[in-house]
Structures are given as structure tokens and as C-alpha cells.
């Protein structure tokens, strides 16, 4: 039997679930009213996330540090392993089928929490100094970064792998590097541009053309429609025509923000936006207290990079400012893995911040 003690209260982090629990009772309402079916399979997702939250939560992670690289690496090799054994949906290979079950699984989704807790376990076995990492340094953890990059981007995952990488040197920015290094890589970085955009395969280069084209996508077009038809307060569920009439394609998962403003109009866009704005200002903030704790500092910051990234790509998605990506919002649009990923992640960070006076986990206490 697992007991708790009461001392974990004081130092649970209760902003985080009162800033994202908003977030997914708002979501499940609109995926309620679009479909019952997506509406059931949604609440399976919730209790799997939950006792995923749970698990990494009660999980003594600071003991079980030195397991972090084998788990980076079997996510690497399975990463590999795509390539050779992968299973190909809509013309991309990502998925590996798990044998006698008929259950596919994502080595690119898994990889993210593998990836931020191996990053925090380099910086914290190698800190950097005052005047941030040197040359050296900055590439023995750039080869870590760039890895499951390569990796993801020959699935070809364009999205994960621009996920991957910024949240990679994200993490490093402000953990701290030689500012010299900032500026090399920056015009590296435009040398190489006309390189990589000639490597992109076919479909990522269309979606670009469309992004820089006068007239957006289909797709991108319907989802204006339905911020312009929200109007201030929005609409009514049977006056929500964009979505009633399936006019808003993937409108519960890729462009549900453009059916949120639909139904409750710029108020509600604005109360979601300021709901995340919230959440990774409140993550950021957390570095002034967590200082020297370098693995815990890595991993808050990589998750408050991360639903930066995932919310700034999906909302310019939705009004024709970016590239179209199959990028969710975090813990609201609809499905599995990205919602599973990210209770994990939370559950990892709340470990850390709620035991970081207690690293050797007295305060739980397990008997049989």
C-alpha cells in the first residue's frame, strides 16, 4: 500500500492544475457536441493519461537518474527501427506495429519525454559556468539534440523533428551558452537554408507555397470562415455552421482553435491563449526558485518550450500564419498520444518540483 505523506501538499505545484483543467473541460465539451463517439474514446484517453500522471509522479526519478540514458537510447533504436520495420499511414512511415495486437505505437511521441530528461541529465552532470557552455560542450549535447532530429525527420515527421530541436537549443539557451556560439549557429543557419529547403520532401514544400501564397489552403480558408463567424461572443452550437456542416475539416484536433472562436468567439480564444500565456510564464518563473537544481531547471523549461512551440504553430496554423502541421494544442485538441505525452511530462515535473527537498522520496512511503 502507497502512503503519502502530508508534507507533499506543501510543496505540490497546485497552479499547474488549475491553469490546464480549464483547458480540458473546455475541450471535452466541444468534442462532446461534435461527436459522441470521439467524445467517449476522449474520456479513455483522460483516465490513461491520468494513471500515467500518477505513475511518473510516485516514480523516485532522482534515485532512478542513471536508467535516463538506456531509456534515451532504446527510444533511439526504436526510432531506428522505423525506418526498417515501420508501418506507413497517409504516406508517411512513423508508427511500429506492436506484434499479436495489432496496436501501433509512435517512437516519435515517446521520444519527447526521453529527450528532455536526457538533455537535464547532461546538464546536470556538466553544468555550465558563468559565461555559459564552450564549443566543446555545446556539441557533446548538440549530438544528443540532433540524433532523434535526423532520425524523426526521415520518417518524414518535419514537425516533431522542428519540435525536437528547438526545444533542444530552447533548453540550452537558457541553461546558458557562449554567446559566439549564438551567432555562428545563427548564420550557419542562413547559409544552409537554401540547402535544406531543396532536401524537403514534395508535400513540405506545397505546404510552404501555400503558407507564402496569396490565397491560403482550403483548409486554412474554412478555418478563418469560422474565427470571422465566432464574432465577439460566437455562436450558438446549431449556428456554428463552419462545424455543423463539416465545412471546418479535422475541427476537433488540428484547427480546433478556429472552432473554439466559432462557438464562443474572441472572448473565448482570447481566455484560452491567456490560459497557456499563464501556464508558460508560471513555468518560466519556476527557474528563479529551482537556481542551482540544474536537471529540474532543464526539464521546466523543456516542457514550457515545448507548449510554446505547440501553441504558437497550431494558432497561426488556423489563421494562415504558418505552414499547415499537424501539430495539437496541449491538452485540448482531440487524441491520444499528444495528450498521454504531455500527462507524462507533467507528471515528471511535478515529481521533481514536489520531492526536490526530498530527494531521497522518505515522504512516500510504500508497505505490502
Not at 12 to 35: G, K, M, N, R, T
Not at 90 to 105: C, K, M, N, S, Y
Amino acid at each position: 500500500m502507497i502512503r503519502l505523506d502530508k508534507r507533499i501538499l506543501t510543496h505540490f505545484d497546485f497552479v499547474q492544475p488549475i491553469l490546464i483543467l480549464p483547458v480540458i473541460f473546455i475541450s471535452y465539451s466541444l468534442v462532446s457536441e461534435a461527436s459522441d463517439m470521439l467524445a467517449n474514446k476522449q474520456l479513455v484517453y483522460f483516465g490513461i493519461g491520468l494513471l500515467a500522471f500518477v505513475f511518473f509522479f510516485l516514480l523516485p526519478i532522482r534515485k532512478m537518474e542513471w536508467l535516463i540514458p538506456t531509456v534515451y537510447w532504446i527510444n533511439t533504436i526504436l526510432l531506428f527501427s522505423v525506418d526498417i520495420f515501420g508501418v506507413s499511414k497517409l504516406g508517411a512511415q512513423r508508427w511500429l506495429e506492436i506484434p499479436f495486437v495489432h496496436f501501433t505505437l509512435q517512437p516519435s511521441e515517446i521520444m519527447k519525454p526521453a529527450f528532455i530528461l536526457m538533455l537535464a541529465y547532461l546538464i546536470k552532470k556538466n553544468p555550465p559556468d558563468i559565461d555559459g557552455y564552450n564549443l566543446k560542450q555545446f556539441l557533446k549535447i548538440s549530438f544528443y539534440i540532433i540524433l532523434p532530429f535526423i532520425l524523426i525527420l526521415k520518417e518524414p515527421d518535419l514537425g516533431t523533428a522542428l519540435l525536437l530541436i528547438i526545444t533542444g537549443y530552447g533548453i540550452l539557451f537558457i541553461v546558458g551558452v557562449n554567446k559566439k556560439i549564438w551567432i555562428s549557429l545563427i548564420v550557419a543557419m542562413f547559409v544552409a537554408t537554401p540547402i535544406l529547403y531543396e532536401s524537403l520532401h514534395d508535400y513540405q514544400k506545397k505546404r510552404i507555397t501555400d503558407f507564402i501564397s496569396k490565397d491560403p489552403s482550403y483548409q486554412v480558408k474554412q478555418s478563418i470562415i469560422a474565427i470571422g463567424n465566432g464574432g465577439i461572443t460566437g455562436k450558438k452550437a446549431d449556428e456554428a455552421t463552419q462545424t455543423k456542416f463539416k465545412f471546418l475539416p479535422i475541427a476537433t484536433s488540428d484547427f480546433i482553435f478556429a472552432y473554439t472562436v466559432e462557438r464562443y468567439g474572441f472572448i473565448g480564444g482570447m481566455s484560452l491563449i491567456l490560459l497557456y500565456g499563464f501556464l508558460i510564464a508560471h513555468l518560466l518563473s519556476m527557474n528563479y526558485k529551482l537556481k542551482s537544481d540544474f536537471f529540474a531547471k532543464s526539464v521546466t523549461s523543456g516542457i514550457a518550450i515545448l507548449i510554446f512551440i505547440y501553441v504558437s504553430v497550431n494558432i497561426f496554423m488556423t489563421i494562415g500564419f504558418a505552414p499547415v502541421v499537424g501539430i495539437p494544442l496541449p491538452f485540448y485538441s482531440y487524441g491520444g498520444s499528444s495528450f498521454v505525452t504531455f500527462m507524462c511530462l507533467f507528471g515528471i515535473l511535478q515529481n521533481l518540483l514536489t520531492f526536490r527537498f526530498d530527494p531521497t522520496y522518505r515522504f512516500v512511503k510504500i508497505k505490502f
